[in-house]
């Protein structure tokens, strides 16, 4: 571990405990060279899925795009921004979960307006309105009807 004071690549390791979370080993280090203390965290690294998009397109799984969508569904709705994290740490923990290296959109999306429709009616309305990409106001009534009968 290359120590971030002096740059030296030698340091013991003074204690070493799991985090909080239990998704890392914490450790604490001190640098054999400047006797500076810095902390370092082990994880398990993720092999992070492509997405499939509907026009055949690769892209890796990014959840800033499906909290930036959340945040767009969200707006003006009594839903802050720990839920909205939540939401998105629990699909892209169900992701993971599935050990696929490709998922279609269609997936993420649908995980998206799951979340919701358990959450607020407005944001996935909202949520829905964009990602299903309603025609006219038609299309969108009969999603609120779906809604409401489902109760």
């Not at 030296?8 to 006797?35: F, P, Y």
């Not at 959840?63 to 969200?74: D, M, N, S, V």
């Not at 699909?91 to 269609?106: A, M, N, R, W």
């Amino acid at each position: 571990m290359k120590c971030p004071f002096c740059g030296n690549i030698e340091d013991k390791v003074i204690d070493s405990r799991t985090s909080k979370e239990g998704d890392a080993i914490r450790r604490r280090r001190e640098c054999l060279k400047c006797g500076k203390r810095f902390t370092s965290y082990e994880r398990v690294e993720d092999i992070i899925p492509m997405v499939v998009k509907k026009d055949g397109r690769r892209e890796p799984f990014d959840r800033q795009k499906i909290l930036h969508g959340l945040e767009k569904a969200c707006e003006k709705r009594p839903i802050d921004m720990v839920t909205r994290e939540k939401v998105v740490d629990s699909i892209e923990k169900k992701l993971l979960g599935l050990g696929v290296k490709e998922i279609p959109s269609t997936w993420v999306g649908e995980e998206v307006m799951s979340s919701l429709k358990n959450l607020d009616k407005v944001a996935y309305v909202r949520f829905a309105s964009v990602y299903r990409q309603f025609k006219d106001i038609n299309e969108l009534m009969d999603e609120v009807k779906t809604l409401f009968e489902h109760k």
